[in-house]
T-cell receptor, first 116, second 110 residues
Framework: QQQVKQSPQSLIVQKGGIPIINCAYENTAFDYFPWYQQFPGKGPALLIAIRPDVSEKKEGRFTISFNKSAKQFSLHIMDSQPGDSATYFCAAITRSWDNAGNMLTFGGGTRLMVKP | NAGVTQTPKFQVLKTGQSMTLQCAQDMNHNSMYWYRQDPGMGLRLIYYSASEGTTDKGEVPNGYNVSRLNKREFSLRLESAAPSQTSVYFC?????????FGEGSRLTVL
């Protein structure tokens, strides 16, 4: 049973568009929500993360929106560029992050293509 | 500054063969992890090691074994490979902050 559901599986936008990737979780104990970006042939790398005490976090062109009551969070990429083409994963974990055995739960991933 | 290094990057095995994936990190991290990545499934944790000398099962440990050789190195062994183990395997390490991933090892079992 996948505890973090991610949609869509794939997304194509034109340069300058605003792709939106959505994630929904079930476990209300989750309290840290990172997003990872993965380029072909590379490992995932942390992009941006949010805690549920805020509703939005921006880092450059990347924004996470968080809706605690709906148990949903989303990634928006403003003014998307071809270089943003990658696979994006949302994830969730509980606050006992310092316990190495506490597992990050990943969404299924979204393959984004930004056309020139 | 290598970070997390995995070898080999590609491997093709026949059903029943064994092999070991190697992972080393140079960031002096205590925790190390092995994940597998399959289309539409995200990343799933196979085994992890909280510190040198300890290992524990993750979400999908069946068919795998691990060894934390020292603080730097964490290997993943497939004793008798099966086609269901065809996947991309990622090693990761963590100190007190985020996970750092290697570039992956693509394994095909025929």
């Amino acid at each position: 049973q996948q505890q973090v559901k991610q949609s869509p599986q794939s997304l194509i936008v034109q340069k300058g568009g605003i792709p939106i990737i959505n994630c929904a979780y079930e476990n209300t104990a989750f309290d840290y929500f990172p997003w990872y970006q993965q380029f072909p042939g590379k490992g995932p790398a942390l992009l941006i993360a949010i805690r549920p005490d805020v509703s939005e976090k921006k880092e450059g062109r990347f924004t996470i929106s968080f809706n605690k009551s709906a148990k949903q969070f989303s990634l928006h990429i403003m003014d998307s560029q071809p270089g943003d083409s990658a696979t994006y994963f949302c994830a969730a974990i509980t606050r006992s992050w310092d316990n190495a055995g506490n597992m990050l739960t990943f969404g299924g991933g979204t393959r984004l293509m930004v056309k020139p | 500054n290598a970070g997390v290094t995995q070898t080999p990057k590609f491997q093709v095995l026949k059903t029943g063969q064994s092999m070991t994936l190697q992972c080393a990190q140079d960031m002096n991290h205590n925790s190390m992890y092995w994940y597998r990545q399959d289309p539409g499934m995200g990343l799933r944790l196979i085994y992890y090691s909280a510190s040198e000398g300890t290992t524990d099962k993750g979400e999908v440990p069946n068919g795998y074994n691990v060894s934390r050789l020292n603080k730097r190195e964490f290997s993943l062994r497939l004793e008798s490979a099966a086609p269901s183990q065809t996947s991309v395997y990622f090693c990761a390490s963590r100190g007190t902050g985020e996970l750092f991933f290697g570039e992956g090892s693509r394994l095909t079992v025929l």
